[in-house]
């Protein structure tokens, strides 16, 4: 076989560096590492303690309300809420629906906090725009389960590195669709409030994210469901909740368990999509 130039140019150490500087880092920031992941195990457990705290009718019965109200007291989400959550409890699987909930919720909230500031720099600074998207790209491109290999590195196995994979592949809609929504607001309206004196911060404010509220809520509810697709996959770290159920059903070819925790999640993510919106409009 003849060899042809390029295998005369030697290997790049990608590999080399990338293990070097993780070292580096887990070695380095071992005591912020270690604070996050107890930290956020306590808060975590905590959440999740106090959820299951909450007697399980009773739980149904505020979604159903929630649903009920969200979307314009019609009965079918409320419905649907009720003979779904009640399917979950039925069987045995309300602890891991707790969990379940507690790490979309988390991850969601983290995605939302950071998102949403991220999306308006890019929307009103434009060298922030050209450096961050090509971040997103890579964030939305990378296979999900990439995502477990610095989070195990950083924080060993649980719910929280299966928080931080949740985020990183989460955050991108929230981000993306806060950008769009400041970005399609009129000119003309800007313009306006700015001839009436208005500061930057009450532009933002008072114009733009109350025009850009709808768009930015979509990129909140795609954000939401992806988290929850990552529950699966979180599960692979140590990550609690109907995931694992699914992952260990799949280990033990469980076809009946697995396909009971597989509808669960639906089920979950039906009424979350469902309900937040609702909630957008």
């Known amino acids: 076989m003849e060899e042809s130039i390029l295998d005369f140019i030697p290997e790049i150490p990608v590999s080399d560096a990338v293990e070097s500087f993780m070292d580096w880092l887990t070695g380095t920031f071992a005591f912020l590492f270690d604070s996050i992941q107890s930290f956020g195990k306590f808060v975590m457990e905590g959440m999740t303690d106090l959820l299951i705290l909450i007697p399980p009718v009773l739980f149904i019965l505020i979604i159903a309300a929630a649903a009920f109200f969200a979307s314009g007291k019609k009965f079918g989400l409320a419905a649907f809420a009720i003979v779904?959550?009640?399917?979950?409890?039925?069987?045995?699987?309300?602890?891991?629906l707790m969990n379940t909930i507690t790490l979309v919720i988390i991850s969601s909230l983290i995605s939302i906090v950071i998102g949403v500031p991220v999306g308006i720099w890019m929307a009103k600074s434009k060298w922030a725009n050209t450096i961050i998207t090509p971040i997103l790209d890579l964030m939305q491109t990378m296979p999900a389960f990439v995502y477990l290999i610095p989070a195990v590195a950083f924080f060993g196995i649980g719910m929280v590195p299966g928080v931080f994979a949740s985020v990183?592949?989460?955050?991108?809609?929230?981000?993306?669709?806060?950008?769009?929504g400041i970005r399609q607001v009129p000119e003309e309206l800007v313009e306006a409030s700015e001839s009436f004196g208005s500061?930057?911060?009450?532009?933002?404010?008072?114009?733009?994210?109350?025009?850009?509220k709808s768009t930015i809520m979509a990129g909140i509810n795609q954000t939401v469901m992806l988290a929850l697709s990552m529950?699966?996959?979180?599960?692979?770290?140590?990550?609690?909740?109907?995931?694992?159920?699914?992952?260990?059903?799949l280990q033990r070819a469980q076809v009946g368990t697995g396909f009971v925790s597989g509808l669960s999640l639906v089920i979950l993510a039906i009424v979350m999509d469902r309900l937040t919106q609702k909630l957008t409009k």
């Open 84 to 96: 779904g959550l009640w399917f979950v409890q039925n069987q045995g699987l309300w602890e891991d």
């Open 168 to 180: 990183i592949f989460a955050l991108p809609p929230t981000v993306r669709f806060t950008n769009l």
């Open 231 to 249: 529950v699966v996959i979180a599960s692979m770290i140590g990550a609690p909740g109907l995931g694992s159920e699914v992952l260990s059903a």
């Open 199 to 212: 500061t930057g911060s009450q532009k933002l404010f008072k114009v733009e994210l109350p025009l850009a």
